[in-house]
Structure formats: structure tokens, C-alpha cells
């Protein structure tokens, strides 16, 4: 123990800011080539009554083959926000699972949830301390001070913006965004351009497809959907 | 004899109970806090007072150096009573907590949370073998979203909210003061006069201005007032003592 650390005679109450405090993080040092990676194309858009995530459903070994057709690649990890799985899957889901319980930790201990600007700073202290080097998550929440999107890069970087794509067809889902993006859109109207935006990538990053995925997040939380026909979500 | 013998070991070993359920060290510790000067606060409608009283035991001792208020972040400041060097360790332990917090979720610590890893970090030091408790009362005020909160700390690591209180030496006469004279929205400057009526309660010869330490916190930080503000209003209320009477 550290004295100038920690106060505890039990030597266990130092808090890192860069760890979680429940467990630690498994590192990834297993066999890199079989790797299930999302591909992914995951799509978050601000509007005045919430956010909007769209994504796909496809996972795959290094986008040559389609290991499953059917991931749910967004999930609430609070409630009033939540995160796309991009990236490693085991690195994602073990991230998305750490922040989950930490947000409710905190939320029980103070009686009041996290804003969405602390879970991002917790992501991205996460991501920087941690072995999850391979995800690029988008986070998407409501509170007290509005709607935000956050991405999180694999080297802890946090940036917010009104809508944000990440994942192997980001490319192609900027190309349907941009100049189509404005923040007064209504939630129907940003669901048909995250719609859009993934159906565009989908039909050429062979890392994206399998259908879509919809959340809705609002005050009053979280809501999936999931549609096997992009058609239907229109 | 075996029954005397029996008395001193759950005496002296801190985390043995004695027979009808009391931990007497702790309550030794309580002891400890009541022998020092007394420390006060007062939650007002604006922010938060907290005053304490720095008894300097020579004319030559520098009063500043006497610390009993202290400024744990831009918004949360803590005073304390009872042992000056374990108050100490408390009050880094808390400036520490108040930086990880910003640095783990980018946001100030909030007064409660504070408080109960103070009192947390407290308790471990009641049940831990070979341990002593802290012979320290706190009293942690600052603003958490914008509402003023006001709390205490005891030797034992219970967390109390409050909104007036007073530890270490002279409590009960202080406390009592505060029971008749407390009134809900007052005003911070009302609050800072309150809080030097308390203190002033236990001594009829009144406050010298020089041995008051005292801070206020409110949405705008932590300040410490000046002597010639404590003046004005020790002047006021007639409490003005200290050394040229």
C-alpha cells in the first residue's frame, strides 16, 4: 500500500480513474486472426426530442465471412443511454458490460443517475487505461442538459457531436449523412435517415448488413427494435 | 481479577465490543473531539458557513498557522475539531477523492458522495485491527447542483445532514443556540453572523477576531473571510472581545 494513496488500513479503497472499480479488465492477448469483429456500420443522430441509433447485424471474420447474422449491436447501459458494439465483440461486450454496472453503481450510491458527458469521460478513461483496443463505440444518451452523441476511439478519445457514424462502413454512411443532417429533424424522420445512412453502407461494406437495428433514446429511456428487412423500418 | 482482566482487553482493542455492545475506543475518540475548539456551520439559502474557533495556546504562535477550515475543491470546503493531525490525513484524503472524481467522470464530487467516502474510509478504522479511530469530528459544506449541503462526520463513520451544527468543545451550548435561533432562507451574510453567534455562545467574554477561522462557500467557490468582515460583525452583535479588553 501506498500511504500517500490511499487512506484504508485494509489497503483496498484507492480509486483508479482509468479502471473500473467493480473487477478488473481481462486483457486480449489471444489468437488475433480468429477474432469476431463487427464490421458494423452503427449511426447515432442527435434531435430535439432524443437520439437515434440505426445499425446492422452483420459480424464477421475479418469481413470475408459472416460469422453471425443476426447481433444486436446497440444496448442500453443506463437509462437514459446507450452504446454500439464496434469493433472486437469480446472487447465490446465486456465494455459495454463494465460501463452498465458502473453507471448503476453510481447511480445507486448518489441517487441520481450519471450525466451522459460522465459516462462519456468514463468510456473514454476506460478505453485509454484498458486492453480494449480494438472498439470504437458510439454513445448516445438524453439528460438533464439535452440529447448527445458521443464516439469513443480505441485510444480513449471522446468527442461529441449532432451525429456521428463509426465502424467499417462509416464511410459510406457519412456519404448518405452529410447535408441531409440537421438538428431540427423530428425522431421519424432521423430514424429513416439512420435508415438511409446504414442501408447505403450495407449494400457495399461487405462488414455491414443482416438487417437493422433501431434505438430510440429519450427521457423516458430506451427503446430496441430490430427488423430483418430494411424496408420495414422505414 | 478474570473480570478486570476481561474489562481491559475490549478497553483497549478497538475492535472488540464490549458486553452490553459498545466499542469504547470510538467512544473515546467522541472524547477526543469534544477536548478540542469548537467548529460550526450553518447551510443558508445561498451557501454554506462554516466557521471555527482557533484557540492559540501563546501570543507568539502564528494564528494563520492554526488551520480549521479548509478548502477541499472550488466548492466544497471542510472544518474540523478535535485532533488537528488526524484531521489532516481526512482532509488530503478528501482533496484526493474530489480530483478523481473530476478526473473519472469529468464532473465536481458532490457533498453527499464526499461525505460518505470520508465516513467509509472513517469506519474502515473502527474494525480493522491494530488500527486507532480518528479522534475527529468534520463538518463537510459545499454545493452540489446548486443546492447548498451540510454535513457531519463522527468518530464512528456515520454520515449526519444537517442544517446547523456544531462539534468539538462547547456543542451542546452551541447547538442549543442554533435550535432557537435557526430559521430556514436565511441569507449567507445572515448565515456568517448565525454561525459567529454560535461560537461565541460558550464564552462570555466573546470573540476575538483574530482567533476565527472562517469560510463560506457558494455558487461562486470557497472564500475566506477576512478578519475585518468578522469585525464588522462580531461589532455588530456585540461579541467583540479578544486581547485590548
Known amino acids: ?40 456500420t452503427t449511426v447515432g443522430l442527435a434531435t430535439e426530442e432524443g437520439v437515434v441509433i440505426a445499425t446492422d447485424r452483420r ?38 458490460r ?10 445507486t450510491r448518489r441517487d441520481e443517475p450519471m450525466s451522459i458527458n460522465a459516462l462519456a469521460t468514463l468510456a473514454g478513461n476506460f478505453a485509454r487505461g484498458g486492453p480494449f483496443f480494438a472498439i470504437h463505440p458510439i454513445l448516445g444518451g438524453v439528460d438533464e442538459e439535452g440529447s448527445h452523441v458521443y464516439t469513443i476511439d480505441p485510444a480513449g478519445g471522446v468527442m461529441e457531436d449532432d451525429y456521428a457514424v463509426t465502424g467499417s462502413g462509416m464511410q459510406l454512411a457519412y456519404g448518405t449523412l452529410e447535408g441531409e443532417y440537421n438538428p431540427e429533424l423530428s425522431t421519424e424522420e432521423a430514424r429513416e435517415l439512420a ?31 430490430e427488423f430483418d428487412d430494411l424496408a420495414e423500418a422505414l | 481479577m478474570q473480570g478486570n482482566q476481561q474489562q481491559q482487553a475490549y478497553d483497549r482493542g478497538i475492535t472488540i465490543f464490549s458486553p452490553d455492545g459498545r466499542l469504547y475506543q470510538v467512544e473515546y475518540a467522541r472524547e477526543a473531539v469534544k477536548r478540542g475548539s469548537a467548529s460550526v456551520g450553518v447551510r ?32 466544497i470546503a471542510i472544518a474540523s475539531a478535535g485532533h488537528v493531525a488526524d484531521a489532516r490525513k481526512l482532509i488530503d484524503f478528501a482533496r484526493r477523492r474530489a480530483q478523481v472524481n473530476r478526473l473519472r467522470y469529468d464532473e465536481p464530487m458532490g457533498v453527499e ?15 480493522t485491527g491494530g488500527a486507532r479511530p480518528f479522534g475527529v469530528s468534520l463538518i463537510v459544506g459545499g454545493m452540489e447542483n446548486g443546492e447548498p449541503r451540510l454535513f ?80 464588522e460583525h462580531l461589532d455588530e452583535r456585540d461579541l467583540l472581545g479578544g486581547d485590548d479588553e
Do not use: C
Not at chain 1, 482509468?18 to 486472426?33: F, Q, V
Not at chain 1, 460501463?99 to 448503476?104: D, I, Q
Open chain 1, 1 to 40: 500500500m501506498n500511504p500517500d494513496m490511499n487512506l484504508d488500513p485494509t489497503g483496498d479503497d484507492a480509486i483508479d480513474p482509468y479502471s473500473p472499480e467493480l473487477g478488473s479488465i481481462a486483457t486480449e492477448n489471444g489468437d488475433k486472426e480468429n477474432v469476431t469483429k463487427t464490421g458494423t
Open chain 1, 59 to 96: 459480424a464477421s471474420l475479418g469481413g470475408r465471412f459472416v460469422s453471425n447474422k443476426n447481433v444486436v449491436k446497440v444496448d442500453q447501459i443506463h437509462p437514459t443511454a446507450a452504446m454500439t458494439l464496434v469493433g472486437s465483440v469480446g472487447g465490446a461486450q465486456s465494455f459495454i
Open chain 1, 98 to 107: 463494465t460501463l452498465r454496472s458502473e453507471a448503476s453503481l453510481y447511480e
Open chain 1, 195 to 225: 435508415t438511409r445512412a446504414v442501408q447505403a453502407a450495407s449494400e457495399r461494406d461487405t462488414g455491414s448488413g443482416n438487417g437493422l437495428v433501431i434505438a430510440e433514446i429519450t427521457d423516458e429511456g430506451v427503446e430496441i427494435e
Open chain 2, 44 to 75: 443558508t439559502e445561498d451557501g454554506v458557513v462554516l466557521a471555527a474557533d482557533r484557540q492559540a495556546r501563546s501570543d507568539l504562535i502564528e494564528r494563520d498557522s492554526i488551520e480549521k477550515t479548509h478548502k477541499i475543491d472550488d466548492h
Open chain 2, 113 to 127: 458522495p464526499l461525505t460518505k467516502a470520508i465516513t467509509d474510509t472513517i469506519q474502515d478504522y473502527t474494525q
Open chain 2, 152 to 231: 457531519e462526520t463522527d468518530p464512528s463513520g456515520t454520515p449526519y445532514e444537517w442544517s446547523a451544527l456544531a462539534v468539538g468543545g462547547g456543542r451542546e451550548d452551541i447547538q442549543e443556540y442554533f435550535e432557537d435561533n435557526y430559521e430556514e432562507g436565511l441569507t449567507l451574510e445572515q448565515g456568517v453572523g448565525l454561525a459567529l453567534e454560535g461560537l461565541a455562545e460558550p464564552d462570555d467574554d466573546g470573540l476575538d477576531p483574530d482567533g476565527v477561522d472562517l469560510q463560506t462557500v457558494d455558487e461562486d467557490g470557497v472564500l475566506t473571510v477576512g478578519q475585518d468582515v468578522i469585525e
